[in-house]
T-cell receptor
Framework: DQQVKQNSPSLSVQEGRISILNCDYT??????FLWYKKYPAEGPTFLIS?????DKNEDGRFTVFLNKSAKHLSLHIVPSQPGDSAVYFC???????????FGKGTRLSVIA | DVKVTQSSRYLVKRTGEKVFLECVQD?????MFWYRQDPGLGLRLIYF???????EKGDIPEGYSVSREKKERFSLILESASTNQTSMYLC???????????FGDGTRLSIL
């Protein structure tokens, strides 16, 4: 049973526009959420995170929003750039020393 | 910067062989992880370790074992390789569960 779901396998966005990547989760015990970005033939790199005590965290062009009542997480990229084209993974963790649970990923293509 | 190094980028082995995948991190991280990434399935946790000589099963441990004799090194072992173990293998480490995981660049393993 998937605890972290990324329902869109792919997304195409024009350069300069906003990219919105979505993630839903089922485990209400998750208290820490992360987004990773992965280019082909490279390992995932950490992008941004948010604790369950917040509803928004911003880092440059990247903003993560958390809606705990809806068990929904989203990553906004503004403005989108061709270099943002990659697979994005959402991940979550229950408090304590527990491993991350990853979604299946969304492939973002930013078209020039 | 954290460096997680996986010993091979590409590896080709035969069915039935014993295969060793090595991972070394240089930041004195307590936690280390092995994942495999397959199209449409995202990142799936095989094994993890929170301390030297300690190991825990992840979501898909069957057919694998691990070894952590030193803090910086975490080895994944395919006891008798099978074709369904052809995959991209990713190693990760983190200081603790409150910090993001850092990934190596992966080993693309083909079992013929």
């Amino acid at each position: 049973d998937q605890q972290v779901k990324q329902n869109s396998p792919s997304l195409s966005v024009q350069e300069g526009r906003i990219s919105i990547l979505n993630c839903d989760y089922t485990n209400s015990m998750f208290d820490y959420f992360l987004w990773y970005k992965k280019y082909p033939a490279e390992g995932p790199t950490f992008l941004i995170s948010i604790s369950s005590i917040k509803d928004k965290n911003e880092d440059g062009r990247f903003t993560v929003f958390l809606n705990k009542s809806a068990k929904h997480l989203s990553l906004h990229i503004v403005p989108s750039q061709p270099g943002d084209s990659a697979v994005y993974f959402c991940a979550a963790r229950v408090s304590g020393n527990t491993p991350l649970v990853f979604g299946k990923g969304t492939r973002l293509s930013v078209i020039a | 910067d954290v460096k997680v190094t996986q010993s091979s980028r590409y590896l080709v082995k035969r069915t039935g062989e014993k295969v060793f995948l090595e991972c070394v991190q240089d930041m004195d991280h307590e936690n280390m992880f092995w994942y495999r990434q397959d199209p449409g399935l995202g990142l799936r946790l095989i094994y993890f370790s929170y301390d030297v000589k300690m190991k825990e099963k992840g979501d898909i441990p069957e057919g694998y074992s691990v070894s952590r004799e030193k803090k910086e090194r975490f080895s994944l072992i395919l006891e008798s390789a099978s074709t369904n173990q052809t995959s991209m293998y990713l190693c990760a480490s983190s200081y603790d569960s409150n910090q993001p995981q850092h990934f190596g660049d992966g080993t693309r393993l083909s079992i013929l």
